[in-house]
């Protein structure tokens, strides 16, 4: 992992214009920014860094100061207009993060200064800061690394979810995954492993990543390629899958769909390659195989609020228990935003790339 700022002073390189004054433990902007795009696009070209002016908080309300946040593919397939949930324009990026509580409401009784939260999301979480309902924000364990808790509301839940909703499995079934050096695809293998389940795992440079994810509890590890379909069938012969997990796409999922046994479901979460999944016919009538779909999203909305809140706090405790461990790539001041999302972008990355804000301290 690297911090842009520590390496290249890229936050002392970006001309400051705004004065700041110290709240009671973190500088609040007289002119937070935030990371803005008024029409959907290539990121390089459509995003801004604008003023995002905020009011001092109601009496019920609070603003939070940005601790750390994410970049994910979906924040660029939201600013790119090919997600599933578009923002009304002009908009601010990105969906997760967590803050610190700057400044309290008079009336506010759930959260004080210093308190960790999650960032709202509907309201676009890379901004410096935010004022919200105090009521309406989740509060997040202050004791995890700012890096471990930013990450922790969408690829952790969604691993373990694809693990618990579609499969009733038990100790030693077999769990087959694409893009298994992905965030949510380390996840899979922890959770899987903490759960007795066994992974085997496709990725696209087996050299390059099958050593981390043997030390996370990964039982294979193959190239995801012509032949994988051969490897994974040598696998498991007594116990073969029940459930396939997808977020590439094209031949990869068909690979998938053949390591599958019978009654076997193939859940595809996310489109990497963007090439449409065919379904191979012989897996469908002779194995019954089933696919469906999966949208953390979605899930989080339908879901009763303790549910997810339980899956959050389940998330948390591993965190804490050193069960889950995600990987960081690189770590950018959010004025350094361009050469984040490029980075998040660019092929061979070792982990997620995160922004951080006026609440993070090294
Ligand atoms: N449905 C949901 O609720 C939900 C929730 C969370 C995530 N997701 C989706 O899950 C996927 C993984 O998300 P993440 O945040 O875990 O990703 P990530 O950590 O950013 O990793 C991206 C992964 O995609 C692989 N990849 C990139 N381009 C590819 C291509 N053209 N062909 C094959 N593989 C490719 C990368 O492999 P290399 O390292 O080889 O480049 C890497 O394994 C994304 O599609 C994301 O949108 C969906």
């Known amino acids: 992992m690297f911090y842009a700022k520590k390496l290249g002073g890229l936050s002392s390189a970006i001309p400051c214009v705004c004065l700041w004054r110290m709240s009671f433990e973190y500088p609040i902007p007289d002119e937070p920014r935030a990371v803005c795009y008024h029409a959907t696009g290539n990121p390089g070209e459509v995003l801004r860094y604008e003023a995002q002016p905020c009011a001092a908080p109601a009496d019920d309300e609070v603003l939070v100061l940005l601790e750390m946040a994410v970049v994910h593919p979906s924040d ?52 410096e800061a935010v004022v919200a309902k105090a009521g309406e924000l989740l509060r997040v364990p202050g004791d995890l690394p700012a890096e471990q808790a930013c990450m922790s509301f969408i690829n952790p839940p969604t691993a373990l979810l694809l693990l618990r909703e579609f499969v009733p499995l038990s100790g030693g079934d077999w769990v087959v995954q694409n893009a298994a050096n992905s965030a949510v695809g380390e996840c899979v293998v922890q959770l899987a492993r903490a759960a007795g389940l066994r992974t085997a795992n496709l990725v696209r440079s087996p050299e390059k990543h099958a050593g981390r994810l043997k030390a996370l509890g990964a039982d294979a590890v193959f190239a995801d390629d012509k032949d994988a379909v051969k490897a994974l069938a040598g696998l498991a012969r007594d116990n073969p899958p029940r459930l396939a997990l997808n977020s590439v796409g094209g031949l990869s999922a068909i690979t998938l769909m053949r390591a599958l046994g019978d009654d076997g479901v193939l859940v595809t979460f996310g489109g990497m390659t963007a090439d449409a999944i065919r379904f191979p016919t012989r897996e469908f009538i002779f194995k019954n195989v089933t696919c469906r779909g999966f949208w953390m999203d979605r899930w989080g909305r339908t879901a009763r609020a303790d549910a997810l809140h339980s ?52």
């Open 76 to 127: 660029l397939g939201m600013i790119g207009g090919t997600y599933g949930r578009l923002r009304p324009l002009p908009a601010v990026a990105g969906r997760e993060a967590t803050g610190r509580v700057a400044r309290a409401g008079a009336a506010v009784r759930s959260l004080k200064v210093g308190d960790r939260v999650r960032m709202p999301e509907a309201a676009g979480a890379w901004r």
């Open 311 to 362: 899956v959050y706090e389940e998330i948390h405790a591993c965190l804490r228990s050193g069960k889950l461990q995600m990987a960081v790539d690189s770590v950018f001041p959010l004025a350094g935003y361009s050469e984040a999302v490029a980075r998040a972008a660019a092929y061979g990355r070792a982990g997620k790339v995160l922004l951080s804000g006026p609440a993070f301290s090294a």
